[in-house]
C-alpha cells in the first residue's frame, strides 16, 4: 500500500498565483503523485503534495488526513465508520500486542524522510521503499521491540538512566576538584 498512489494525478495542473494579487494568471507546475508516506507525513493538501520550496505557486496549507486521501481516491471501497480498520486490534488475541504507537511514529518519520532524500520524481525507488506498507512497518516495530526486550532484559533500562546519573556526577566531580586545585595553586602562590 506505501507505493500505491493516491487519487492525485501526475499531470500538469495550472495554478492561480494568489501572491500577486492576479487571479487570472497561472503557471503550471507538475504535480507529482502522492503516496501513503505523503499523507501521513502531513504533505499532501488539497492542491497536491505540498512543496515549501516551490516559488509563487498557490499552496493550500490545510494538510489533508491520510484516511481523507485514501477514501477519496477513485477506487476507493465505501467507508462504513462503524466497521473502521482503526478497531482492528480490539478483535487481536489477550497474548498478542500492537507495537507501541510512538515507535511506529518513529520509524514511519524515518522511513518517510528516507524516502524523500533517496526519491526522485522521475523514477519509482528501490523496492524496498515500494514493500514498506504499514504490515511491514508494525512487522519492523514488534521485531525492534523484541530486540530491545531480549537486549536490555528485565531491569536492563535501569542501566541506562543510572549511566546517565553517574556520568554527570561524574563529571561535577571532576570539575569541583580542578576548581579545588586551582584554588590551592592560586593561595600557595
Known amino acids: 500500500m506505501a507505493g500505491q498512489r493516491l487519487g492525485i494525478s501526475s499531470s500538469e495542473r495550472p495554478l492561480a498565483d494568489l501572491s500577486s494579487g492576479d487571479e487570472t494568471s497561472s503557471e503550471t507546475v507538475e504535480a507529482s503523485r502522492a503516496t501513503v508516506y505523503d499523507a501521513v507525513a502531513g ?3 488539497q492542491s497536491g503534495i505540498y512543496d515549501p520550496t516551490a516559488g509563487e505557486q498557490k499552496r493550500a496549507t490545510l494538510r489533508l488526513r491520510p484516511d481523507e486521501v485514501l477514501f477519496k481516491q477513485q477506487n476507493a471501497p465505501p467507508r462504513y465508520e462503524e466497521a473502521d480498520y482503526y478497531f482492528a486490534h ?15 511514529s518513529a520509524l514511519h518519520e524515518y522511513i518517510a524522510e528516507l524516502h524523500d532524500h533517496d526519491h526522485s520524481p522521475e ?7 515500494r514493500s514498506m506498507d504499514e504490515t511491514a512497518l508494525i512487522a519492523l516495530g514488534i521485531l525492534l521491540e523484541e530486540t530491545v526486550k531480549a537486549t536490555l532484559g528485565e531491569t ?12 554527570e556526577n561524574a563529571a561535577f566531580a571532576d570539575e569541583d576538584r580542578r576548581t579545588k586545585q586551582a584554588f590551592v595553586k592560586e593561595e600557595g602562590e
Not at 480490539?90 to 504507537?101: I, M, T, V
Open 156 to 167: 536492563g533500562h535501569f542501566a541506562l538512566v543510572e549511566a546517565a546519573r553517574s556520568e
Open 90 to 104: 480490539r478483535k487481536l488475541p489477550l497474548d498478542q500486542e500492537l507495537p507501541s504507537g510512538d515507535l511506529l
Open 123 to 129: 523514477e519509482e525507488g528501490p523496492g524496498f521503499l
Open 43 to 45: 504533505r499532501v493538501t
